[in-house]
């Protein structure tokens, strides 16, 4: 069975550090792309990283520099390192899986191309 399940939100003051987990559970990583993607209340779903079996990555503009995804396929793991964060960046992070894509473009940083979601973890960044 196919699942993602988040961990690591939480509260950090605005500058502040986290670092976001996704447990891929029966994904061959090499066949996939892993993207996370954040929706803040009131806004939609937007694209954050994308991390792909062939070793791309790809970043929204708005976090380029500051956030960092990485995969440990040994471990069936997913991660965002999320670093000089932002009050604008407070949103529930939603860890997704593409079965049709195993690289990263702007396309594929897409709600529509996602075939797999987590559940979400909650990262509050206060100022």
């Known amino acids: 069975q196919l699942q993602l399940v988040e961990s690591g939100g939480g509260l950090v003051q605005s500058g502040g550090s986290l670092r976001l987990s996704c447990l891929a559970s029966g994904f061959t990583f090499d066949y996939y792309a892993f993207a996370w993607f954040r929706q803040a209340p009131g806004k939609e779903r937007e694209g954050v990283s994308c991390?792909?079996?062939?070793?791309?990555?790809y970043y929204a503009d708005s976090v380029k520099g500051r956030f960092t995804t990485s995969t440990d396929p040994a471990k069936k793991m997913v991660y965002l390192q999320m670093n000089n964060l932002l009050p604008n960046d407070t949103a529930v992070y939603y860890c997704?899986?593409?079965?049709?894509?195993?690289?990263?473009?702007?396309?594929?940083?897409?709600?529509?191309?996602?075939?797999?979601w987590g559940k979400g973890t909650t990262v509050t960044v206060s100022s």
């Open positions: 997704a899986g593409d079965a049709d894509h195993n690289y990263c473009k702007d396309y594929v940083l897409n709600t529509y191309a996602m075939d797999y």
């Open positions: 991390a792909g079996g062939d070793g791309s990555t």
